[in-house]
């Protein structure tokens, strides 16, 4: 039987990862002092990037433990800024499960909003289309299609074409 000829330092054999660890932390607290990101963005970004995914794993623990990464604000802030641009409820949705963000989070963070999305979809139907009602059924159509892929329900989308101004 052979002897193994590999050495390690002590550092080494406590954390294997040690400079690899380091380097992807930087990295990702890099990317988390420009906006929130949600773990799963974060861990696809520090991927794409060539880090391991064992040491993606104990990045992302870590910064979840310190704090520093949260799915929970993320959903909030991104709910947010997204209600802010006058997108809708259904594609802000669609956008926060695409980035692994759990439905109970999701929910909590559309609780804490509490915005009107009925005045939401009449305002971004104004600033589009101005305060002229739609005159035939080819622009009521256009106007509600265009609320649609905005990311409002059909109930929003009617009511803001058809309400008084």
Known sequence: MQKSTLQTSSTESENPFGEACK?????????LARREHSERELGLKLVRRDNDAAVIDAVLAQ???????????????FVRSRH????????????????GVDDH????????????WFDAARRQ????FG??????????????????????NGEQAR???????
Do not use: H, T
């Open 23 to 31: 380097k992807a932390y930087a990295c990702a607290m890099g990317l």
């Open 63 to 77: 910064l979840v433990n310190e704090g520093y990464l949260s799915n929970a604000r993320f959903a909030e802030v």
């Open 84 to 99: 802010g641009r006058g997108v809708g409820p259904l594609r802000i949705r669609a956008e926060l499960r695409q980035r």
């Open 105 to 116: 989070l999701v929910e909590e963070a559309f609780r804490e909003l509490s915005a009107d």
């Open 125 to 128: 139907r104004d600033k589009r």
């Open 131 to 152: 305060l002229v009602p739609p005159q035939d059924i080819q622009e009521r159509a256009r106007q509600m299609r265009f609320l649609q892929q905005r990311g409002f």
């Open 159 to 165: 009511a803001a074409i058809d309400s008084e101004r």
